[in-house]
C-alpha cells in the first residue's frame, strides 16, 4: 500500500448544525466567493390586536402590526462562507456527487 494521510477532525465548542433552505452571494472584490446562506420563512408579527366581543370572546378581526405582514417574509441570515476558486471547485465537485447519490436513492425526485 502507498502512502497515506489521516485527517482528524476537531470541532469547535460553538459548532451547532442550522437548517437553511436558501443562499444568497457572490463574488467580492477580492475574486473570491461569498456565499450567506439563510432560512426563508413568513414573517411574523410584532404585535397583533383583537376586539373583545361583549361576551368577553375574541373578534374574528386581527390587525397585525407590521401592516404589510401578509406580503412580508424574513430571511434569516445565521451564517456564510468564503472561499477562493479552488475551494469552490472542490466542493462543487463533493455537492455533485452527494447529488448523484441522493437523486439514485429518491428517484422521480429531481
Known amino acids: 500500500m502507498g502512502n497515506s494521510v489521516k485527517f482528524k477532525y476537531v470541532f469547535n465548542e ?18 473570491e466567493i461569498i456565499v450567506n446562506f439563510y432560512l426563508e420563512r413568513l414573517a411574523l408579527p410584532i404585535s397583533q390586536s383583537q376586539d373583545l366581543k361583549e361576551d368577553g370572546t375574541l373578534s374574528d378581526t386581527v390587525v397585525s402590526e407590521p401592516k404589510d405582514l401578509n406580503s412580508s417574509y424574513v430571511r434569516f441570515v445565521q451564517n456564510g462562507v468564503i472561499m477562493n476558486l479552488q ?3 472542490s466542493i462543487h ?3 455533485g456527487k452527494h447529488i448523484e447519490k ?9
Do not use: F, H, M, T
Open 14 to 31: 460553538e459548532y451547532n448544525p442550522v437548517y437553511v433552505n436558501g443562499a444568497q452571494g457572490g463574488i467580492n472584490p477580492q475574486g
Open 93 to 95: 465537485s463533493w455537492l
Open 102 to 110: 441522493l437523486e439514485q436513492l429518491q428517484p422521480g425526485q429531481k
Open 87 to 89: 475551494v469552490a471547485k
